[in-house]
């Protein structure tokens, strides 16, 4: 399995659904997830919109991600 948005091969299954109807995935290149009953648009690399993927020189100078304020 490769990441939609990237293609990397790292990509983890974060978690399933208590009757197995689906998984969530998450690429640990780009960090984009996905639900595994989303439409080919969102799940598969042929599909995802080409104005949307990213490739490595993208991800290495993407500006930082903020940190998430605590409550």
Do not use: K
């Not at 990397?8 to 969530?24: H, I, K, L, N, Q």
């Amino acid at each position: 399995m490769s990441c939609p948005r990237c293609q990397s091969e790292r990509v983890e299954t974060v978690t399933v659904a208590a009757d197995g109807a689906w998984e969530v995935r998450q690429c640990t290149c780009c960090w984009y997830a996905w639900r595994s009953t989303e439409p080919p648009e969102r799940t598969t690399a042929e599909h995802f919109p080409a104005e949307f993927r990213m490739d490595r020189q993208a991800i290495e100078n993407a500006p930082e991600l903020p940190a998430v304020p605590q409550r």
